[in-house]
């Protein structure tokens, strides 16, 4: 008995060997069994082998790596690359690969040279992409009936509007103030107008958030507030710092029972306040150093108690359920986002900020963000205890402040020496970044994660998309497959929180590069930013770079009373539906670019006057006049 084996056997021998191993080690691969091209596909690249075994064994051994070359180019993954320069170099290469090929064939082979002929895959690939990309631009709608230009029109005006209607006076700043709250204006207002005026602020009565976020802890007693603060502290599954500004000193510290690094919070209160010269009153807070937000607040009805709240962690688990369960009535499948009067031809454009945040009006949320369907860490905490965090959701009751990324993180500042002029940018949406958002424990799940749905979009990986097609005059929303993928520059670079199974699947589906330059966002005309496991540190950076930013977001920042959506950034809604054809808008009709620019001109110069480390020091000057007041050990709890 011969103890010789051919090669395809010891291949197919080492192949199973291999796939045993990985599959106990890993697990099997959910996004390879589940394709339906699986086997199809293992049947093509073993022919390729047996054929080109073959084609080695007549020539030479020489024709194998030139017939793998051109497979491995030659296919339609090459005309997805997000530059023409990358489709062109590939059909060279295709050239180049195939004529070695023919060169080498068997002299006694008829017909060597028509082995040219397989160019024509790679030509009719390029071609057919080259048709469709042009036959898109040529029919986007390119006049002012399309919704994007309706309601960047509409948003000057609501800016405009804005600005103009900012207090001139204290007396009038104090006016518009009892007007909004109904009630004074808290001790130390007045220095507070005399800061912000003298800074040049443009904005004196807007602020909202403060008001909105502090409102439901008038219904404490100063004395229940500071209790409440310790208790709060002291609790053992809380993880919060309890912090303490001397006004006079204008120095913060900040403590926790076990962890000694604040994430930059007391640097962050300190370098901002460190320079204001009227005296300040001293005030402790509770601050939430992780990314996700920490407050729920029940209804009064529902309360245990004053000093009553209630810790769960509901980290990895799905929470859209339990931060819904207090929404007025049931939650609501009928958005209140069209209520601008704008027809948006059934594509979700956002004509309300507020109402596309607002989790009671979109149920559709709870499968569409990683936070709701397996969050990295989620520690909730249940009743009226006063948080600070950087960023919370519209059912949430965090108080909001800046987030320290945005000042003191050096990663997260903009450099203009690493800039670029709007001539010089690459006519492309750029993201770079990791599946930070959610944990993938197993299965598929990941595949909803609000990064991970975004970045199969731009790679091109769904099914079909919309566009609106204007013809005589009447914009209507047709179905195609059509993607324009050079128009994306999307990457994952780094694969994590996630099961070793989960990782490898993701790291299988999406093409992923190993390093992306911090700087690479600045070369290109649009920029996106979405959220992490919070918010995303990366906004203030783009806002600044002369790029047109389009933000999509469910938490509410303290800037979110001065931003103008479609004037200073572009709003994108979680479904994205709409974002293949505002990218096509924005890069490839000539309004559609000229209001980019517009929108980046407009975003850039407003955070250089209203988004300034003086612009955050006066927010936090104010809110700690606001919390100085709340939690007065002789102030009675409010009625109303």
Not at 327 to 346: E, F, K, L, M, W
Not at 500 to 520: P, V
């Amino acid at each position: 008995m011969s103890w010789a084996v051919s090669l395809p056997v010891r291949m197919a021998a080492i192949l199973a060997v291999a796939f045993v191993i990985q599959t106990m080690h890993y697990g099997a691969s959910i996004v390879a069994l589940v394709s339906p091209s699986f086997f199809f596909l293992g049947l093509l690249k073993a022919l390729a082998w047996f054929f080109a075994l073959q084609a080695a064994r007549e020539s030479s051994w020489s024709i194998a790596p030139a017939i793998a070359t051109f497979a491995a180019v030659a296919n339609a993954r090459l005309f997805r690359h997000s530059s023409e320069l990358a489709a062109v170099l590939g059909l060279l290469v295709c050239l180049l690969a195939l004529s070695p090929v023919v060169g080498m064939a068997p002299k006694n082979a008829r017909g060597g040279p028509a082995l040219l002929v397989f160019m024509a895959v790679p030509l009719a690939l390029y071609s057919y992409q080259a048709y469709q990309a042009a036959y898109f631009s040529s029919t986007a709608v390119s006049s002012a009936s399309h919704p994007a230009e309706k309601l960047i029109q509409a948003a000057m005006t609501r800016f405009d509007r804005f600005r103009e209607g900012q207090s001139r006076s204290l007396a009038a700043a104090a006016t518009e103030y009892q007007r909004r709250y109904r009630m004074e204006p808290p001790p130390g207002f007045e220095d507070w107008y005399r800061f912000a005026v003298e800074n040049n602020s443009p904005v004196i009565d807007d602020f909202n958030i403060i008001h909105t976020s502090l409102a439901p802890f008038l219904r404490l007693s100063g004395k229940d507030f500071n209790r409440i603060m310790q208790a709060a502290y002291s609790h053992p599954h809380t993880d919060v710092w309890l912090c303490n500004f001397n006004g006079a000193k204008k120095e913060t510290s900040c403590n926790h029972p076990s962890r000694d690094f604040d994430r930059n919070t007391a640097l962050l209160f300190n370098s901002l306040l460190q320079n204001i010269t009227t005296s300040l009153p001293d005030v402790s807070f509770i601050v939430n150093h992780l990314d996700e937000p920490r407050l729920l607040i029940p209804p009064s009805s529902q309360r245990g108690g004053i000093s009553h709240f209630e810790t769960e962690d509901l980290t990895s688990l799905p929470t859209f359920t339990t931060l819904a369960r207090y929404c007025p009535g049931s939650v609501s499948a009928v958005s209140a986002a069209q209520d601008s009067g704008i027809d948006t031809n059934g594509l979700p454009f956002i004509t309300n900020t507020t109402a596309a945040m607002d989790l009671c009006q979109n149920p559709s949320h709870a499968k569409q963000h990683g936070l709701f369907l397996s969050p990295t860490s989620f520690h909730l905490i249940e009743g009226l205890v006063p948080v600070l965090s950087t960023g919370t959701l519209s059912t949430m009751g965090d108080i909001v402040f800046p987030s320290p990324a945005y000042t003191v993180e050096e990663g997260f500042q903009y450099d203009a020496a690493h800039g670029m002029e709007w001539e010089q940018k690459r006519n492309n949406l750029y993201w770079a970044g990791s599946t930070t958002g959610g944990y993938a424990a197993g299965g598929s799940a990941w595949k909803d994660f609000h990064r991970q749905r975004f970045v199969a979009l731009a790679q091109g990986k769904l099914g079909s998309h919309y566009y609106l097609q204007e013809q005589q005059g009447v914009v209507k929303r047709v179905a195609s497959r059509f993607f324009n993928r050079k128009l994306y520059d999307v990457d994952f670079t780094r694969v994590f929180m996630c099961a070793l199974r989960a990782c490898r699947d993701e790291k299988d589906y999406f093409h992923t590069k190993s390093w992306a330059d911090k700087d690479a966002a600045l070369g290109s005309r649009l920029v996106f930013d979405l959220d992490g496991n919070g918010i995303s540190g990366r906004y203030y950076k783009f806002l600044a770079s002369k790029s047109a930013v389009l933000k999509q977001t469910l938490f509410r920042e303290w800037h979110d009373d001065r931003l103008v959506p479609w004037v200073h950034y572009i709003p994108v809604s979680l479904g994205m539906e709409e974002l293949p054809e505002l990218v096509l808008w924005l890069t490839s009709t000539e309004l559609g670019q000229a209001r980019a620019r517009e929108i980046a001109d407009k975003g850039r110069e407003w955070f250089e006057q209203a988004m300034r480390p003086v612009d955050r020091a006066i927010y936090l000057y104010r809110l700690l006049l606001e919390l100085a007041r709340v939690q007065g050990p002789s102030r009675e709890a409010s009625q109303r």
